[in-house]
C-alpha cells in the first residue's frame, strides 16, 4: 500500500501562482508514473499532468503553458507548479500514483485550491 500525501493547496488571487506536492511513501517511488488530478463541484475528475518514471510530461490543454509537473526521485515527491492560476482552476487537487506493470493505482486525499477573481 502506498500513501501519497498532498500539500500547497490554498486561496490564491487571479494571475498567481501555487505550487502542490505529493509525498509518496514508497521505495519504488521512481517505477510509478505520477500525475495529478483535479475535481471541481459537479463535475467529473480529469487528468490535469502526468509524467512517467523516465521524466516524460504530458498535459491537459487546459493547463499547458501555465502549469508545470515534475519529480524528485530521491524525496519521493512529485509537484506541480501552476501559474497564472484562473477562478476556473478552482478544484481538489488530487496526487495518483500508478505502476503500469502490476496495475497498481492510489490516491491521495486531495488538496483544495481556491482562485478568486
Known amino acids: 500500500q502506498v500513501q501519497l500525501v498532498e500539500s500547497g493547496g490554498g486561496l490564491v488571487q487571479l494571475g498567481g501562482s501555487l505550487r502542490l506536492s505529493c509525498a509518496a511513501s514508497t521505495s519504488n517511488f521512481s517505477l510509478y508514473v505520477m500525475a495529478w488530478y483535479r475535481q471541481a463541484p459537479g463535475k467529473q475528475r480529469e487528468l490535469v499532468a502526468s509524467i512517467t518514471s523516465s521524466g516524460r510530461t504530458n498535459y491537459a490543454d487546459f493547463v499547458r503553458g501555465r502549469f508545470t509537473i515534475s519529480r524528485d526521485n530521491a524525496k519521493n515527491t512529485v509537484y506541480l507548479q501552476m501559474n497564472s492560476l484562473k477562478p476556473e482552476d478552482t478544484a481538489v487537487y488530487y496526487c495518483?500514483?500508478?505502476?503500469?506493470?502490476?496495475?497498481?493505482?492510489?490516491w491521495g486525499q486531495g488538496t483544495q485550491v481556491t482562485v478568486s477573481s
Open positions: 495518483n500514483a500508478y505502476y503500469p506493470l502490476v496495475g497498481d493505482d492510489y
